[in-house]
């Protein structure tokens, strides 16, 4: 096994230094300034895409939804009649009086919205006719008639309708019977014994004032003990219809509300786009007229109860919100800005080439010694490795094992465990790992001994499980203890090199930036009223990118610095805390910070929970949408941990970005990078994460944000802190 081989990560910063020293071709700035142009219209291409494809999906469930409410209501008006077939034929004489009360209770109106009525048609025979009229009259309705007038073979009269208002009235004692499009459907109500829906019909209820179309559902209520197996036993045993007029305005209007506000559709009765056969046009409905042609349009035809209804869908203009179509003009208007603001500074980065080669080369050195320091650590690793298969003998070992067990590769090669381990071979499991800490007997070729710490882990390869067993001779423990501290010494003076460089690279980085700060001062200074409009808005926004620029180098110091422990665990009174971080934080005059409930005292690292409580605190002001917000801290103490809570009433956070909030450099919004890193919560996360702790986001689009900081309260030192308890 080769232990020579250069760490990744000193080889990755060298080569990032050389490459920032490498940046100095114009021609390199225009070639990224033309992919990252190529790169923006993409983005904006498929953003536009994928809103499209949106709608188109939004569309289509919409009109599917719909498509569904008008049959699923049409079903339910199905079930009301029958209700009123059943009430029928459960009694010899329905009366007046008991259909009316079968109507109220049911409350048809109010749990069936969009029904003008249910009511009872008899057929009445030529020689009943005036006997019927006259028992009419006799329940108190003097002026009953049966019309139109006219002799034919035998009529209909509609006998009840609830509700009776002055509408309904109008239809009472009407023969539906001698208008044909009511006749095809009762006919084939009876010829089928099922719900039938009539044509386009002009309800009798209908005034001069606000005509709607209409239509009917009869359903045929036959005598008990009359067959009606066939056609013509149902046209003998038929005694009349219960049925329900629409007006079919007020239908789809009511079923329209809650499914399609966005979406016009008109509805003909049949398969054919004639005028006659249309049933409801909404646009009509809603005195809207179509000045344009819509972006999604489709087609549904409905069978229904014995007609055909053919439903044509057209979005209206704004079925794609102005949020939406704003969406893909962002994506290409922050995409214009980041590739102008890529070029202004790699062009920048040219200028100070020979700051950035001493920069490498100084890196280069520091880093190649931290290399080889590192690289002796790797090269004392020398424990003996054993891989075995799933029989238990081995398949691979490295030199080290090989001069363990003075054994060739030949030799080691499908050995048993059992001959590696002798007699202490029963308490190795390579099924189940292991943590090293138990002392084994290993056997070697001649048969000498040495004892050994095993750990020991497997994985499967295909079908095969491998187990990997690393062997540590416990004689030399005093030496690789040793070793050991030497180790953490060296990677504690490693650790102060790093941060001696981090300040290093920020204070000459600065350099360049002051640089191009007090050139463009000079340039102002220099023109003074005479420079045009657009270069000052230019010089301006050079400004803002020099600004941002140093605050990101704070923070990215602050960052490489979250976590060190220069603080001492002391009893902290957390109420106070946040009351002085309160009165320290600048904010609106009508924003509130407010502490619920008792915050807890407990033995802690005061600095980094002030640390992060103070910029859970100012995130939430800097990213609050009004001055009159609310921020709140609270925390619940639980048996290993507390959990500080800090939330605001402000706009969210939407569901897609809440795992990108904790990333460095990441901010929500176009616009914060004027006055944001981006690298607060990072911080934050860093710093918890390093003791032992966790921060969770919850948060709803326009229901404010909930922090939830999970505060340990035995604190994981760092591998610095734990070194010095060590030594001390």
Known sequence: MNTNKTLPISNRRIRHAKDFAAFHSPTLAWVILAISLAVTAIAWYLSSQYIRERATDRFQFRVNEMVISIEQRMLEYEQVLRGGVGLMEASDDVSRDEWRTYFENARFQEYYPGIQGVGFSRVVDQDEKESFVESIRAEGFPNFNLYPEGERDFYTSI?????????????????????????????TAINTGQPTISGVVRLVQETDDDVQRGFLLYLPVFENDQPRQTSEQRNEAVIGFVYAPFRTRDLMMGIRKSNLPDIDFTVYDGT?????????????????EATSTPDFVMTKTLPLRGRDWTIHFASQPNFISGGESAISLAVAF?????????????????????????????????????????QAVCDTANDPIVLLDQSKHVVYGNPAAMEAFRMSEEQLLGTS?????????SAIDPDSPTSGQDEKQCVREDGSSFPAKISNSYWHDGDQQITAIVIRDVTEQKRADALIQQHITELRRSNRDLDAFAYIASHDLRSPLRNIKHLADWVVEDTGDNLPAESADHLQTLRQCVGRMEQL??????????????????????????????????????????IEGDLPTFRTLKTPLETCLRNLIGNAIKHHDREDGKVSVSALEKEDEIEFVVADDGP??????????????????????????????????????????RIELQSELGQGTRFILHWPREMVMPLESLAEAVEA
């Open 652 to 693: 969210g956070i939407d569901t897609r970005f809440q795992d990108k909030v904790f990333e460095i450099f990441r901010t929500l919004a176009p616009s914060d990078w004027k006055n944001s890193s981006g690298m607060g919560l990072s911080i934050i996360k860093k710093t918890v994460e390093t003791y032992g702790g």
């Open 417 to 425: 465990i059992d001959r590696l381990f002798g007699n202490s071979t």
């Open 334 to 374: 922050v995409g214009l800005l980041v590739d102008v603001l890529l070029f202004l500074v790699i062009g920048s980065i040219g200028r100070q080439q020979r700051q950035a080669e001493k920069i490498a080369v100084r890196m280069t050195n520091e880093f190649e010694k931290a290399q080889k320091q590192f």
């Open 272 to 288: 054919d786009k004639d005028e006659a056969d249309l049933l409801f046009d909404s646009r009509q409905a809603s005195a809207a």
């Open 159 to 187: 006998v009840y309708l609830e509700p009776f208002d002055w509408r309904n009235q109008r239809a009472f004692g009407f023969d539906m019977y001698s208008e044909a499009t009511r006749r095809a459907a009762m006919d």
């Open 553 to 594: 180098l704070d923070d990215l110091l602050q960052y490489s610095r979250a976590g060190r422990v220069h603080d001492r665990l002391t009893m902290v009174d957390t109420n106070e805390l946040v009351t002085k971080i309160s009165g320290m934080m600048s904010k609106p005059a009508s924003m509130q910070i407010r």
